[in-house]
């Protein structure tokens, strides 16, 4: 498969109590067409991602408020796919593209979190868990993915200190980067030391609730030459799920919507994981980093920690991962995160990284979850040759 990315922008991602959902959606969706070159009436369809904006901010129907943000009166539909909504957006952008139906489409994300208590945040993303069996008897998503750090812990017998090296990486990375909701470097004994949130995970385990957006406007490949935009394009995009309660699975300590996803990704691209110079894996906790690396092949199981700890994943080691800060340091706006990985790729294939730069990027993958474990899609992302 061939899709061209032409256009991709992101919004600061943070706490944007001075910004509305329609304005962080508007400056994502209008950046982005100013980096494509286009004008509003070239778009000929849009998908926006987003998770919990009818409970947080009292709004649906974001189809129709995308495209009123345009001024153009266009088809328009709102995606949800919980934490990965913003990556079942694109699927649904290639589609239409692959369909024939249209030659250019914008696929935005957005989603506001901290203008509400926390608790109700919090009640709003176990809702991409099983409610029935998880969320009615107080589970919450760090208390289920501490079960499953605890589990890996056991198996693998790695450490708490290896394990907060993720953490570290990810803010080291998130402190290079103008967009990242945290910009500070931290130690392992910070991420020890902060507040226990569900044990072992402690506050600097987790990925923040976040305020952001993100939009790219995908074309055909033909379109992209037409308008002297391409570069760098989609030749990878798959999508798998499993049980929807952590509860109902046989294993803990490995994802098998990712294991799917991943493996379909590579061969749809014709290529292995070791031909890839990056990745943005959903690192919504520690652990999450470690099990979604091993999952998608580039560590056999029960060694992605240890590589962690070797310095293998950081910015330009064996295998670049998370240059943006992941979802730990730049920060997690559920229906925008899946939309910002492929513009933190786009922008690192297209060399405009800066500091943040991981040297001669070819390939890059992008991996998004919604619930836990039960909805993944991967994306694979290849600069022209
Ligand atoms: N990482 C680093 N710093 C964080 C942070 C995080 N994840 N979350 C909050 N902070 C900072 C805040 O900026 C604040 O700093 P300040 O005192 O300098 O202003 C301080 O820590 C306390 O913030 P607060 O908002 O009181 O934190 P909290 O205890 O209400 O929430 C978590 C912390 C970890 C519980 C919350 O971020 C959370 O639930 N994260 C997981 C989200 C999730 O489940 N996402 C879906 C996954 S798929």
Redesign the pocket.
């Known amino acids: 498969m061939n899709i061209a990315v032409i256009g991709a922008s992101c919004t600061p991602y943070g706490?944007w109590w001075d910004k509305s959902l329609r304005d962080l959606l508007a400056q994502a969706q209008l950046a982005a067409l100013d980096d494509a070159g286009l004008a509003a009436k070239d778009i000929q369809e849009i998908f926006v991602a987003n998770m919990c904006a009818g409970q947080l901010s009292g709004q649906v129907n974001l189809g129709a408020m995308a495209a009123d943000i345009l001024g153009i009166h266009i088809p328009s539909t709102r995606i949800e796919g919980?934490?990965a909504s913003g990556a079942l957006a694109i699927r649904a952008g290639i589609a239409a593209l692959e369909s024939g139906r249209a030659e250019v489409v914008m696929v935005s994300g957005v989603e506001k979190m901290?203008d509400v208590d926390?608790a109700l945040?919090?009640e709003s993303?176990?809702s991409?868990t099983d409610y029935e069996t998880e969320g009615f008897v107080g589970a919450?998503?760090?208390g289920l993915?501490a079960l499953v750090t605890r589990a890996y812990m056991h198996q693998f017998g790695i450490t708490r200190e290896q394990l907060a090296l993720v953490?570290v990486k990810n803010?080291k990375h998130g402190a290079l980067n103008p967009r990242a909701?945290?910009r500070?470097e931290?130690s392992v004994t910070d991420v020890l030391k902060?507040?226990m949130?569900a044990d072992p995970?402690t506050?600097?385990?987790?990925?923040?609730?976040s305020d952001g957006a993100a939009c790219i406007i995908l074309s055909t490949p033909a379109f992209a030459k037409e308008i002297g935009k391409h570069g760098v394009n989609i030749i990878a995009s798959t999508q798998a799920s499993d049980t929807l309660a952590l509860s109902h699975r046989k294993e803990f300590t490995q994802f098998y919507a990712t294991q799917q996803a991943a493996q379909q990704a590579f061969m749809i691209a014709s290529i292995k994981p070791s031909d890839v110079d990056l990745v943005e894996v959903?690192d919504?906790?520690s652990m999450?980093e470690i099990i979604a690396l091993e999952d998608l092949g580039f560590f056999e199981r029960g060694t992605a920690a240890f590589a962690t700890a070797e310095g293998k994943t950081v910015l330009n080691g064996q295998l670049t991962v998370n240059s943006s800060g992941g979802?730990?340091?730049k920060g997690?706006p559920?229906g925008a995160s899946g939309i910002g990985q492929i513009v933190e790729l786009v922008q690192q294939l297209r060399g405009q990284c800066g500091v943040r730069q991981v040297n001669n990027a070819k390939i890059g993958l992008a991996h998004s979850?919604?619930?836990?474990g039960a909805t993944v899609a991967v994306h694979i992302l290849a600069k022209e040759a």
Request: with cysteine; charged share 10%.
């Open positions: 706490e919980a934490c901290t926390h945040a919090t993303l176990m991409a919450t998503f760090p993915f953490s803010h909701h945290f500070k931290i902060s507040s949130v995970l506050l600097l385990d987790c990925s923040p609730v959903h919504a906790f999450a979802l730990k340091a997690h559920v979850m919604g619930g836990l």
